[in-house]
C-alpha cells in the first residue's frame, strides 16, 4: 500500500504533467495562449483534489495488488 505522502507525490507531479500537455494542446487548438493559460489554472486548481481522492479510493481495492497475487499463488 502507498503511504499519503507518496500519493501526494504522484499527485503533484502527474497533474504538472497534465496541466503543462492541456497548456499545450488547448493553446494550439484555439490558437490563443491566454485561453491555454486560464484552461491549466482551472485544472491546477480542481484535479489535484479530484486525483488524490480517486487514488486514496484505489488504495483499498485489493484486484491487482501483489498482495492477492501471493494468496492465489499459495492456496
Do not use: C
Amino acid at each position: 500500500m502507498n503511504s499519503k505522502q507518496r500519493s501526494l507525490a504522484k499527485t503533484i507531479t502527474y497533474r504538472l504533467i497534465s496541466s503543462a500537455i492541456g497548456f499545450i494542446v488547448v493553446s494550439a487548438l484555439s490558437d490563443n495562449v491566454k485561453v491555454g493559460a486560464m484552461f491549466s489554472v482551472a485544472e491546477l486548481i480542481y484535479k489535484p483534489l479530484q486525483y488524490y481522492i480517486h487514488e486514496r479510493i484505489w488504495q483499498r481495492v485489493k484486484w491487482g495488488t501483489n498482495s492477492t497475487v501471493i494468496k492465489k499463488n499459495t492456496n
